[in-house]
Structures are given as structure tokens and as C-alpha cells.
């Protein structure tokens, strides 16, 4: 940058919703400098994260690099790099491998959230949650590999486990994952199978509270509980796990075999807002102002699902994505008061609405605090043009109703690859063992012609 | 399979091109049962492997799963699994993971072929092929990546290293990814940077023997050399690489230095086929029949690039997929020959014409050996066609014309995704160094006011 100096730099940390919101409202002030910091060169739509773990999408339809998005702006230069600490006595942050800090006039803190297993780390390797792209391949590997086993397990019981889906979790995430599992395996995937009976597929979605999708009025948890039942989900209400192993899910008494669990239970706020050295709230999330400062820094601002803001009527704003838009705009809004000389205003979340698909044609939606809510078709219409409508970059909203018409008039998925299999789980899996057995030396019953 | 016990069971080794065509030709015979064993889930139409190498389309729409392909076929099972041996004394292969051989009545082999390095195994490292996805993958992470850090270099010649790609291999691989390398650089990522001249880009072209495209006419290779160089691609011939390092390609006395080296020199056949234990060739292939079939032993045939066929001229047949499509049609023909109490053909391959494209526009054509010739928008728009109508799946079809189309339009790349960065090789490459050097502590320049 060698043009004239610029009156102040901000940093974001972090491109996704809040990140690259914060940087859009920062455009067009000359004297405001931006620098992006990203791990990945990618903002990532998680909303439809779900729907690459289940070979709906693939990972490019709801991804676009950072650096595109943000082309035009000529104020913001992005950076791939990961922050390990930020210095707020130096105004600096540190990014690993570098040897210097880079400093910044104010600051944006957005880093997001990873799951978090409420202390049992160890249940990460056998339920993965769903969070980055490579979760979303990680976990399409793992339902695409269970059926691949299954179409060659001889025992019944372990073909039985292996098509046994447990999803821990009945928020948004996990609802949608359990409503478009079933479709999935009964339909898209019987042609392709021999030997697998597809109508054994099992789904369980378990739940810790009272009912799923709590976010939503009573009425359309209900509903959405009812419509998963009707696909044949398992639905149970009330119920902890208590361990998560190779061979399956302890609930209280009952261990349930499956080598698929996934989860979509629990975040906890990226370890980096620690270095903030201010309180936290359980989640780790940094409790702000009511402006999203840091309290004593105004220099500093929190964004996104790690921020704990609480609203007037003192009700938590939740972490989803129409919140971090609004709080980078938001924050940014307040970095640019700051440099006008105004003061900082408090932030008011605006709750447009909650929406969650159930599988085809099945949704339920809640606008205005639930006084306006929407089943079934009308959801299900309204879920595809919020989600498409959403998305960043016209390719990709191409791209994805291109795909969704794809998958539902043929019912079936395009992405299906498995990647890195050679020699890893696949043959390693105790499950896989003896699959070949009614492929063994039958040379004698051979009366083929010899050459 | 409880039906009826069928007359002969056909293993195929390897759903590419070959191998697929195997199956399908073996379809409607209700005497055969195929089983088609593959390392990965899916068929790969390797021709357009380089377009995901550089950003261009997705894994997905060049991948189809191979059990998704075969569906409508029912005398064939398919599975997933790793094949280590053939026990031909036994008529069985060995399957990684499996404790029992898996039986043949016949077998297909056409596992494909890898990079061959002729003998320096260590450059593998910094010049990888592009064979699988995962190649793809890793190419254009290295693509991008490279621009990611020449954005924050501060060194000239550091970041001059970083914008020069060196290409080994002037086949149609080696062409047509040095072919797309300018506009992609120069054009689609130029908004993108702030700090990048994408002028600076170099694209280098190596070839060892005395023209690029030695498969073409002469002319043909002379005038895809003129256009690649037209496009700013330095195209060197008769030059033969002697070293491959982190920091640059060693060239008799010259050192070019880049971290950027791509491999589209050498092909090595499978290792499998050595468990053939019978004679291979320099790079590896089976020295097979003029049938197809193993010398004597006429129950294993051999199809693909990893069969050494002499043709009634003399020549061999060349290693491409029309040759490997019409190799596994054929060997499936002989087998179902030899049930039919019928003596097996000599194989006659068909060269239906070559292809190659160089960037926007241009390609060159070239059918009934050289005699029909095309270059410029013609052979474009065949080389266009012809793809598209060997892809695999109406969805991909319809994807990559979108694609293309998208690319085409709006000079842009959809497909830009890194993954696996997050700790990996980004941070620690030395290249990374000091990049954010005009960033650091600046704190006293600054005339922001606080909170």
C-alpha cells in the first residue's frame, strides 16, 4: 500500500458471516484500511454444510474464496493465516509462522465456533461434528464407506450396526441431517446396492432437552418431530449420551451399535478468544458490551456466534447466521462512529425468522417471535429461496438449485466421492473383515473354458 | 446371490475406462457374473483431471461412483477394496484387509498406471502428476497457494519464484494444463490481488524430445507451440530435467527457481501386474497377446494403459482412454467368445482422432491418422463436443457445460477451494516468512480515537 496513509487500520479475524460483514460495511471510507485474516481462503456457507455431508452438494456450490468476494473492495486486503494470539497491550496480533505482529487500529474478532463434546474429547474421533468443509467430506466418507461395508458384511447383526445413523442433536443441524438421511439411503442409494436391504436403514436423532428444535414455538417442534417420524426417523426426546465408542452409543442403559454417530450437539467458542483475557461465559464465548466492544477496549469487537450479547428483554442472541451478519455490520457501524467522533451504539438483533427443512416438500418456519409460522410446502418454498438468496456468488446459486433440481426429480445424489481411501479405514475397519466369504475358492465349480 | 449358480464368474481389476467398459460389455449375458473391484468409489474421466488441477470444474463433475454407473446393470457387483496380488496358480486375487482369496473363472486387470519419476522417486515431492482426485487436489492447492504467499512477499526474487510454474512433460496432459495456466493467472485471478502484478506470472514447458505433442503431426505441434507461446508460455524442447528441489527445477547448467513443478512426463504401470510374474516392458506394461490375454494363460486378460499391444503396423497402441475403452470392449468380447466354445480375436484399435486445446479457442485435431486435420475454433469445438459426449452421467454433462460456460463468460474460476491448510504447509513454508513485514507495530501512527 503505498498510497497515502491511511487514518485506520482494522482487522478481521475471520471471513465467515460476521467477518466478511463487517469488512462489506467498511467499504467505501477512504481512510479505513482493511486487513482479513482467514485459516482457510474460503467463506463457507454453513448453512448447507449438512447437505455436503449428505452428497446433496458438493463442497464448491457453498464456498467462494474470500478474496473473490471481497475483489472489489479496494480497501480490504485478505490474508491466508492463522491468528495464535491476539496482544491487546501491543494492539497487535500474532499469526502463526510469522515473526512479526501485525498490528491493528480496531479490531474484529470473529473466529467462530467448533464443537465441543462437553469434556469428552474422546467421542470427536468416532462422532464427528460438522463445522468445515473437511468435516462435511469427512462425514460423506463415513456414510458412504458404512454402506460400502454393508453391501459385503456376511454377519447380520454388524450389517445391522453399520446401517445404524445416529445424530446427536436436535437443533436445526441435526433435524435437517436426520430428515434427508432416510431419502437418501432408501432411494438413492437401493439401485446401486446388491445385497443391502435399504429398508433396514436406521436413523436416531437424540435429543438432551424436552423436544427438538427448541428455537421454534412449541407447535412446530411438534410438527417437525411428526414429520421426521414419518420418514422413519427415531426420534428421542430426553436423552443423554453418556458414552461414544467405536462400536457404538451408550444412552443410560442402553447401548445402541453403529459405527456412524454424528454431532451436532454442543460448540464451544474457538480457544483464540482466550487470549482476550477477559471473562468468559461456559461456552467460552466473550461476554461485550451491549455495543460488542470488549469491556475496557473499545477498540476491540466481537462478532458471531462466540460473542454472548444479550438482548433488551434479556434473552441471549443465538448463534446462527443472520445474527453474525448483523452484529459485523454492526460492529463495523460502531468503528466508524468512533472515527466520526459519535460514540458507539448497543446492538439489536432483528430476528427475521427461523426455518428448518425435514426432507422433501417438509419444513417448518417462525417469523415475528412465532406470531407468523409456516408448514409443510410453504416452509419447504420459503427455506429454498432464504437459503439460495443467501448464498454468496451468483455460480453458486446457479450451481445449487441446479443441483437440488437434480435431486429431486431423479432422487438422486451427484456426490458421492469417497477421497483418501486407499489404504486407510476402509480394509483396517474390523468391519470389513471376512466380507469376501462367499467369494472364496469356488474354482472347482468352474466350467468356463480355459485359454 | 442365491440365484442360480452362474457358469463363470469374470473379476475386474479397476473401474477406469477400460475396466468399466469390461463390465457393460459383459451385460445381458445371464451366464456371467462380474464382480468389479476398485481402490476408490468412483470412475474418474482422467482428460479433464487437469481442469480441476486448475480451478476450473469440481471433483465432482468429472466423477461418477462406479456402483451409480452399473446400476441398471445387475449381473455385476461391485466393491471397494484394494487389490494386492494374483495368485494365478489358484485363479484368485488377494484383496488388502481380506483374510480369503476372492476366486475368478476370468479376470480383467486394468489398474491403471501412476507417475514415473524414470528412477528419482524424491522428486515426487515437489513436481507431483495429476492421476486421482486427489492429485487434482493437491496441484491446485499448490496453484493457489502460491499466489496466497506471492501476495505477501516481500522479496522480489522470492516472489518471482513464486509466480514462475514449470510444467515437465509436453504430451497432451503437459499442454493442456501450461495452455490454461496464462489466462487463469493473468486474467481470472488479477482482481483478486493487491499486491500481485499477475504479469509476472511465467509458465515454462519443458519437453525432453524434439517436439511437444509428438503423438500429433508435425504441424499440429508446431502450431500448438505457437499458440501456447502466444499465450506467454515459454516452450522449451529437447530439454531433459536433472534435478527437482524445494526451491526450483535444475536444467543442464541452468537453475530455474519456483515452487511450483508440475509432472506430465512419465507413466509407470501398476505394480500389481508384476504378481502377473510374467514379462513387462521398460515402464512396467504387460507384454500381452495380440488377443488381449496373458501369454499363455487365456483366462487373465489385460486392458488399459498397463497393456504393451503391438499393432498389425507395428506401432503400439498409444496409452489414452479411447484405446483403454475399446481395449476392455474387447477383452470381455474374447471371454464371452471362449464360453461360446469360440476362439478368441486378435485386438485392432481404432485411433478415432487426437485432441488437445491450448487455452481459449484454440485446440488441435487430428483424425485417420493426420490425414483430416483442424486447429483454431473447429477444433475447439470438437475437442468441446467430443469431451462432454464421453463424460459420464447426463449431470455431469450438464455441470461442466455450466461450468465451462461460467468460466467462459465471466473469465472467471468457480472451483478455489484450499482445505487442509489450517496448520499444514502454508505456516511453515519459509516462502511464508516475514510476509506480513509491513504490518508490524505501527501503533504509534496511528490517530484513532479508543473506546
Redesign the interface.
Known sequence: ?NAA?P???VVIIGGGFGGLNAARALAKRRDVEV?LID????HLFQPLLYQVATTSL????I?A?I??VL??Q?NV?T????VEKIERR???IR?????????Y??LIVAPGTRHSYFGNDGWERWAPGLK???DA?RIRKRF??AF?RA??EEDEAARKALLTFVIVGGGPTGVELAGVLPEMCRVAFR?????IDTSMVKVILLEGGPRILPAFPERLSQRACRDLERLGVEVRVNTMVTDITEQGVRVGEEFIPTQSVFWAAGNAASPLVKTLDVPLDRSGRVLVEPDL??P?????FVVGDVAAVKQPDGRWVPGVAPAANQMGKWAAGNILR??D?ES?RPFRYFNKGDLATIGRHKAVASFFDGKLQFRGYIAWFLWLFVHIAYLVGF?NR??VL?QWA?NYI?F?R??????????AS????PA????????????S???????
Open positions: 500500500m496513509k487514518k485506520a487500520r486487513l485459516r482457510t481462503n474460503h458438493a463442497p464448491s456450490d464456498t474464496p478474496r473473490w475483489r472489489e479496494k486486503t490474508l491466508l493465516g492463522t501491543n494492539r497487535s499469526v502463526v509462522g510469522e515473526p512479526e505482529p501485525v498490528h487500529d480496531y468445515s468443509v473437511e467430506r458412504l464407506l460400502e453391501e459385503w439401485p446401486d446396492f446388491r445385497r466492544s470488549l475496557g477496549d473499545g477498540r476491540v468512533q472515527l467522533g458507539s455460480r446457479i450451481s441446479l437434480y431423479f438422486e451427484g456426490v458421492r466421492l469417497i477421497t483418501e481411501t486407499e489404504d476402509m480394509s483396517r475397519h470389513t473383515q471376512g466380507r469376501t466369504g462367499e467369494y472364496h475358492a469356488r474354482a465349480d468352474s466350467v468356463a473354458g480355459g485359454g
